[in-house]
């Protein structure tokens, strides 16, 4: 009788147990994604992207019996507007942690707030100075352009190219660009013989390109997001300029391709590996995780899922492997980010540490180039 009652006993305490565990409040996560505007090629990706692997974690069950709640807001990729949502996810929506923002300028906005309010931050940016120095509360998932520049210079190199001409946007992301393919250039050989910016919303870039001409540059590298580049592409079909050109992996996905046209064949720059995942080696540590991605943002969105889109999804998975690890609050999330190993995610494979925000390699990157309307692999 005993037995039994004792037995009765342990099961209405485990079911008041499963029943606070399917109750527990969700972990909140916030994001800023610049869904429109000018930068809505790398945003809309992302958003999505953070949606549909947290919408698949839930239905999963969570994560240690708690779902993850998405609050993303749209920043239209301006900084100010970054800052004042980044404070309201903190102070209002009580998150635990912030994925994002799209661009490297609102991050080193937002960064301060991350700082102060002590929040871990995971910025879908490229620019080097996100996570140089290393900031505690700062961490990356899109690769640095400090890679991105050696991956082009590596090529030239390789092809005995030694003098290039530089066009780079001026903001955050093209700043950081220009100053990394200045100070790599004597490494590698090269000699930047013309030196020259744009704006962000410039819409012709001829008497830059006219000015180039004029050097003799054995290559020409734009440093820049859509759509700038693809303008630049125009301008120089137009021109008949026949130097090598090269991008940033700032475009590297189908909408540059969409917006230059023909003007988009033939040109080379580095990206993450999601965009040519087919041609990849069946050896290559990624290409499953890789693959998977494409394959379930194109039955989401009926679209290819994206170098861009891949950074959210790296950002959720760190936070999901974080909080598996016993850390549900910013701090404790903090310190297992720091920890992370060997995670490999669609950008790379991760590797923090206290010295490494960034931890991302050289392999990070393959160098792309146009070729039929398509990515492929330079060979």
């Not at 485990?14 to 606070?20: C, E, K, P, R, S």
């Not at 820049?224 to 592409?233: K, R, S």
């Not at 760190?318 to 920890?339: C, P």
Request: glycine share 8%.
């Amino acid at each position: 009788m005993n037995f039994k009652i004792i037995s009765v006993a342990s099961l209405l305490v485990t079911m008041l147990f499963a029943a606070t565990v399917f109750a527990a409040a969700p972990i909140r996560i916030g994001a800023l994604f610049a869904v429109t505007g000018p930068a809505a090629f790398l945003g809309e990706p992302e958003r999505n992207s953070a949606k549909m692997v947290i919408d698949e974690i839930n239905k999963a069950g969570g994560v240690k019996g708690r779902k993850l709640e998405l609050i993303a807001y749209d920043t239209t990729g301006d900084a100010t507007k970054a800052v004042q949502l980044a404070t309201k996810l903190i102070k209002d929506d009580k998150v635990v942690a912030i994925i994002g923002p799209s661009t490297t300028g609102e991050t080193m906005a937002v960064i301060p707030v991350a700082e102060k309010e002590q929040v871990p931050l995971i910025s879908c940016s490229a620019g080097s100075k996100i996570t140089d120095p290393v900031k505690k509360w700062v961490f990356k998932t899109a690769q640095n352009d400090a890679l991105a520049v050696g991956k082009i210079y590596e090529y030239l190199q390789k092809t005995k190219q030694t003098t290039v001409s530089i066009l780079t946007v001026s903001d955050g992301f093209g700043a950081s660009g220009r100053e990394q393919l200045k100070i790599q250039a004597a490494k590698y050989g090269i000699t930047v013989v013309s030196d020259d910016t744009y704006g962000p919303k410039d819409t012709d870039m001829t008497a830059q390109l006219t000015k180039i001409r004029g050097t003799h540059s054995q290559a020409i590298i734009c440093w820049g997001t859509n759509p700038g580049p693809a303008v630049i592409a125009k301008n120089a079909r137009q021109l008949g300029i026949k130097t090598p050109l090269f991008m940033s992996h700032g475009v590297s996905s189908k909408k540059f391709i969409e917006l230059a046209g023909e003007a988009a064949e033939g040109i080379k720059l580095p990206s993450g590996k999601v965009v040519v995942a087919d041609q990849l080696a069946s050896t290559d540590k990624q290409k499953k995780s890789l693959m998977a991605f494409v394959k379930d943002y194109q039955i989401h969105y009926k679209a290819e899922g994206d170098h861009f889109g891949g950074h959210a999804w790296d950002a959720v998975m760190l936070i999901k492997n974080a909080v598996e690890s016993g850390a549900d609050a910013a701090t404790a999330i903090r310190d297992q980010l720091e920890k992370t190993k060997s995670f490999a995610g669609i950008g790379g494979s991760f590797n923090y540490s206290p010295q490494d925000h960034a931890g991302l390699g050289k392999d990070a990157f393959v160098l792309v180039e146009v070729k039929n309307k398509d990515w492929a692999i330079v060979k």
